[in-house]
């Protein structure tokens, strides 16, 4: 079986981690907890399908040089690389992205646009950690990235899907049906 990303990350984003975060933000650690459940899923989705992009294998292979584990409070919420990275990879989705997930977990969309920004920061760092601690090139990233398309949707918490988050047609490359049915294609309209 392969690696789990969202089960490296985990260790980043702990319990005192959201309470942190839920001090800083000013909201509760339920919120906090609910929106990092929404989020994780959604950003280990947007780099495995972007798992070629260079910008996207740059950001993961410098992530450890530029330290971006060491005080995720304060340096991912403020960094130009999530940021860009963010962009990169989500578009226009964004702040469809932050409104969703502000509206699930009930806190403000500030907070949300932060903690998706604490988020990546977690992830990316984490990824590239891993990365460096294995010798893996941008290659072994990529491939990586692409082994997470698999069970990306089956973490996605109930109550959240990639349509609710205006993602769906962007991530036509992952394998969200595990029972092999088939699905027949919409009929044509007919035209008058």
């Known amino acids: 079986m392969s690696l789990n990303i969202i089960d490296l990350i985990k260790g980043q984003l702990g319990s005192a981690f959201v309470s942190q ?6 909201e509760s650690e339920a919120g906090v907890s609910k929106a990092i459940s929404g989020l994780l ?15 996207v294998l740059d950001s993961i ?8 584990l060491g005080n995720l409070l304060d340096t991912a919420s403020n960094n130009s690389m999530v940021s860009g990275l963010l962009s990169s990879i989500f578009g226009d989705k ?3 992205i932050i409104n969703t997930i502000a509206t699930y977990a009930g806190i403000s969309n ?14 990316v760092g984490s990824v590239g950690k891993h990365a ?12 990586l990235l692409n082994d997470q398309k698999g069970v990306v949707s089956t973490l996605l918490p109930a109550g959240l899907s990639l349509a609710s ?3 769906g047609d962007w991530a036509k490359g992952y ?17 008058k």
């Open 41 to 55: 899923p959604v950003i280990v989705s947007g780099l495995a399908n972007n798992s070629d992009n260079p910008a």
């Open 132 to 143: 460096a601690e294995n010798n893996l090139d941008k290659s072994g990233i990529s491939s």
């Open 165 to 167: 988050l205006n993602v």
């Open 61 to 68: 292979s410098n992530a450890s040089s530029q330290g971006v």
């Open 94 to 96: 964004l702040s469809g």
């Open 21 to 26: 975060a839920a001090s800083q933000l000013g």
């Open 110 to 123: 500030n907070s949300s646009s932060s903690l998706l920004n604490l988020v990546t920061g977690a992830t």
């Open 175 to 191: 394998k969200f049906d595990n029972d092999n049915d088939t699905i027949p294609p919409t009929p044509p309209k007919n035209q």
